[in-house]
């Protein structure tokens, strides 16, 4: 159950007993407008976070890493107050949708995500107020930015001529932390929380977890998770220094010109290309769940398993058998999927996999996944699902630039009263 940690960002908090206590958790810790988040609020997401984060708890701990939390929920209360104005909502039934996206990334039964937060004493209220403003930014960012990018099909063209002229050079998969600096006078503190983040990060905390609670790219949602990239799309800053990574490894804190950026290799491979269309596959999955800091043993052990299994797998219907043997929440039919709403790591092990045919174990962030496609359809318009797939890319990075400067902006006109 652990691994439901590192999908969300919210975290709860114990109620205080003690009065004095409690007297100090109803202390102001900022002031945002209009709008207070008290030390209680502040308190609570710190719990989450080091608990997803699988950070110790301690006071010295809570003191180094409030800073960035507060500016996170100061972020959010401001998104909130853009929404408010814009006559934005978000419907009860939206969050519970959220959730409910949550329980099927983690493999949860319906119900368990409550139980989950109910073991640990938390309040269910507690996650639904941070998705709240995720969702509700979504929908501000939808309206006032998305109908103003236009992506022309002459740098469609470009970008797939490029990608093309790459196959066969290396590529990186590669998840980040970026942590911005929007102000001169602020980049010392910043520099300073990548560097307590970088010394989590040794000390074992999980990467997806600290991104997802940490880093202000868009990314973040996704873990940090940047898919495959090449070194020319990396920037002088991080290009040489990638080239030499290992698989696993972290660098950082490196200086762009936006900010402070964490970076952590996954894997390399040589470039394919594009895939050759967007086709539908019908997947069968054997899923070993795994921490994403497991031990190198444990590793070992779970990739033996995966592939006597995967051995014993000739078609689809002992895919199934197997699925029932093996009992994880996640193994099983995963239903009919487009190839291009699959992770990056994913796509490369079914993109030229035969039909009934198992793939080798594949290391995912919670776990060693074997796949099987049980039925393969489409695909055929290969240059245009590609330029498609091109401008997508370059529309989502467009949004997320024009995203951060909105909130660099609104952050600038705003009253924003720090009281720690």
């Known amino acids: 159950m652990r691994k439901f940690l590192l999908i969300f960002l919210a975290c709860g908090f114990a109620i205080i007993g003690h009065p004095a206590v409690a007297q100090e958790a109803q202390k102001i810790a900022a002031v945002v407008n209009d709008e207070v988040i008290s030390l209680f609020d502040l308190q609570a997401r710190l719990s989450l976070v080091i608990a997803g984060s699988d950070t110790r708890d301690s006071p010295e701990t809570r003191r180094r890493l409030a800073p960035e939390v507060l500016r996170r929920m100061i972020d959010e209360v401001l998104q909130l107050q853009e929404a408010k104005r814009l006559g934005v909502t978000v419907a009860g039934a939206e969050v519970e949708q959220a959730m409910a996206t949550i329980e099927r990334q983690n493999g949860m039964p319906k119900g368990g995500l409550s139980a989950f937060l109910a073991s640990r004493g938390l309040d269910k209220s507690i996650l639904a107020g941070q998705l709240e403003p995720q969702i509700a930014w979504g929908k501000v960012i939808g309206r006032r930015i998305r109908p103003q990018i236009q992506v022309p099909p002459e740098e469609v063209s470009e970008t797939l001529a490029r990608i093309k002229a790459g196959v066969g050079k ?90 402070f950026q964490i970076v952590m290799l996954r894997e390399r491979r040589l470039a394919a290309g594009l895939s050759g269309g967007d086709a539908e596959v019908q997947l069968q999955q054997l899923f070993f769940p795994l921490p994403a800091n497991a031990p190198e043993p444990q590793v070992r052990d779970a990739t033996a398993k995966a592939q006597s299994m995967a051995a014993r797998a000739k078609s689809c219907g002992d895919m199934e058998s197997l699925a029932r043997e093996l009992a994880t929440p996640m193994s099983g039919s995963l239903g009919k999927l487009k190839t291009s709403a699959l992770p990056a790591v994913v796509q490369n092990a079914i993109r030229n996999l035969e039909v009934g045919r198992p793939s080798p174990p594949v290391r995912t962030e919670n776990g060693l996944a074997v796949l099987m496609v049980c039925d393969r359809q489409g695909g055929q318009n290969a240059e245009q699902d590609q330029r498609q797939q091109i401008e997508r890319m370059i529309t989502l990075q467009r949004l997320d630039a024009a995203a951060q400067r909105y909130l660099r902006d609104m952050r600038r006109a705003a009253f924003i009263d720090i009281r720690l």
């Open 170 to 259: 290396p590529e990186y998969l590669l998840a980040e932390i970026f942590l911005r600096v929007d102000e001169p006078e602020n980049e010392a503190q910043i520099r300073q929380v990548a560097q307590r983040i970088i010394q989590q990060l040794q000390q074992g905390a999980n990467f997806a977890a600290v991104a997802r609670n940490f880093s202000q790219a868009a990314s973040a949602t996704e873990g940090g998770n940047l898919g495959w990239v090449r070194a020319e799309e990396l920037g002088d800053e991080l290009a040489a220094p990638v080239s030499q990574m290992q698989p696993g490894q972290v660098m950082g804190p490196v200086r762009t010109l936006s900010g």
